[in-house]
């Protein structure tokens, strides 16, 4: 036997028509988790509910004294930066709601096998750090410079192919202002957490997780399209094997609804009782701001308009929404459904790709109202 | 239609021989999570990854201000306590791994439906708090008293019965020293996060989770013993659904390493490359001291010792072993086991139950050792 990276590490698949999750999905949604769907009460996520997505195994920081960033590549100034030097530069804070582009991959049939999302892949943070485009601008990005190529120090394997992780901006995305790309050494005003990505991430506003390069150790502007395992086979609109596909990048709308009501355990199943029920939630998309939530209480064939909070001063995190029902006795199908500035809402037909990404079909919330004697 | 509650919330089951996870089971695995596993390697689990269950939605709290916790029943002097009232008593800090009842469920074969936890359902924390003795000395317990039942503020509906989520302790165990009993208010020195209990959780050391009573609002001393749901239906050793089975109470001894090398992002299988590999993980029991870990590199046929770390100032917390091995190409399969100073050893078949309670068989770490050419 001669064992080689293949023997752990295999082509991606779709699961079987009808087949229950493997272990392998289970093992991932073991150590990753979601938000849950309660939690969208917070304007700010708390610590250890805004969702978690690691590729490979979190690596072990034990002081961020020990890090280094490089910034290299076509730059007339190279720059190698510790933790204390980034904390000499510009700040900024934004609020950002990220979520996986994997959201909503379990929901898909037939289902592509990785990181089985229902719904709960979200979360909203204030990051603090350095505008990449002020650490771009001193390293003086040479003319002719097409992408800037993010290393984090996670390591692993990924069918077949070894790799730490990384993805690139265009140089206009990287060094621009709308969004403003923020080299991030703060979560809600304390370090990262370390599966957050201690000590540096990468946060590109407005874009799904898997930009957000965590544990960053390497910036590298290149003369060319970047063409990495995790720009051009992963990460990628595809229906056929063959294909490259678009790229995926900006959030797709969504509105999610806090369940009403009270669960069972195990069904998560919700159970209300007659009478007036606040329904309430939040939305956003990553390409324009939302301009309305709809609600249906009927399983999708009447909608109503909910009232939107307003929350301007943060463009780049979700907003709140309301809309108050009065629960009869009987089942209920409840869904909510965002709209945004492009014109864009989110459809009630599955929008397949062999990835799984951005499935933005809208939720439905089962609901029993009990008799008013229950 | 008159709906009614088991509308929602339906019998236990077993589930299908060779069914995959259900999408109920996947539900829950997505918003409770596990303790990655090379996070073993710290001490106290960093914030966010600590083991979370909750058994119904996390309770929304604004202000401990509002908080109120009651102390009642078979007592002379009935208490009601605000989050200020309780800082001015003794406080007790303690080291505690915790551990839930469930973990190891998803590697029984039939697997009971419930939470589907492989092997990560585990975390140590720092609880600070009021040892629950001094409040109950002062409320005056009455002769005769026999359990102390402890009610959050979670509610939901579980196997057709609705409940805020309810676990009692004999007078004894309540009101002992060894170990000491705590109402917590601080997790690792801040505020505990909502998903741990916010503003206040009961911490049992050396129990399984269940005992560990979240978002805790009343403390009632009862004159009989308590047959809750959580108590006589659920967290039993039952093999048959018509006995009452043994209840579950403290955490039975486990070994875990931490997967060696770096993972493939799908099977999470794990590659190293030939030479020495440090094997280093925790192991831990609710019930005795931990006497020794032993290590098997070749599917457990022979075992060895590892080597402990010395550390008795956290009795409650658990120990962190290391083992050196050298890696050969070819495929492997490690394990870790311990033995605690009661004299058990985990077991290498499956300590099978209806609840999927206490399953500590071995860890499997199955590891590629590439060609050194590779």
């Not at 909910?306 to 108050?324: G, I, K, Q, T």
Request: negative net charge; hydrophobic residues 40%.
């Amino acid at each position: 036997m001669s064992p080689r990276i293949g023997d752990a590490s295999r082509p991606a698949r779709l699961a079987d028509p009808g087949s229950g999750i493997g272990e392998d999905e289970l093992a991932l949604a073991a150590r990753n988790h979601g938000l849950p769907l309660e939690a969208l009460r917070y304007d700010v996520t708390p610590p250890g509910l805004h969702y978690v997505l690691t590729h490979y195994d979190i690596p072990y920081v034990a002081d961020d004294a020990d890090w280094t960033l490089t910034v290299r590549g076509a730059v007339r100034r190279p720059l190698a930066l510790g933790a204390d030097d980034l904390r000499t530069y510009p700040t900024a804070t934004v609020r950002v709601t990220m979520e996986c582009a994997g959201n909503g991959r379990a929901r898909l049939d037939p289902r592509p096998v990785s990181q089985p999302w229902l719904l709960e892949a979200v979360g909203t943070a204030d990051w603090t750090g350095v505008p990449l485009r002020i650490l771009l601008e001193e390293a003086g990005v040479e003319a002719g410079a097409v992408d800037v190529v993010f290393t984090g120090a996670d390591h692993g394997a990924e069918r077949g192919v070894e790799q730490d992780y990384q993805r690139a901006l265009p140089v206009g995305v990287a060094s621009g202002d709308e969004p403003e790309v923020l080299v991030a050494y703060e979560m809600n005003g304390a370090p990262l957490p370390p599966q957050h990505g201690y000590p540096l991430r990468l946060v590109v506003p407005g874009w799904y997780g898997m930009a957000h390069v965590k544990w960053l150790s390497d910036i590298h502007v290149a003369p060319e399209r970047f063409t990495g395992f995790q720009q051009d086979v992963a990460y990628r609109f595809r229906r056929h094997p063959d294909e490259l596909g678009e790229p995926v990048t900006r959030i797709a709308p969504r509105a999610l609804m806090i369940p009403p009501g009270f669960p069972d355990f195990m069904s998560r199943e919700r159970v209300v009782r007659p009478g007036p029920v606040v329904l309430e939630g939040r939305a956003w998309s990553g390409r324009a701001p939302i301009t309305s939530v709809e609600v249906s209480t009927d399983g999708g064939r009447t909608w109503n308009g909910a009232v939107l909070r307003d929350e301007l001063p943060h463009p780049w995190a979700w907003r709140a929404w309301r809309f108050e029902w009065t629960a009869e006795p009987g089942r209920h199908l409840l869904s909510a459904r965002a709209t945004d500035a492009e014109g864009t809402t989110q459809p009630s037909s599955q929008p397949w790709n062999r990835g799984g990404f951005a499935n933005n079909m809208i939720q439905t919330v089962p609901v029993v109202c009990l008799s008013p004697t229950e």
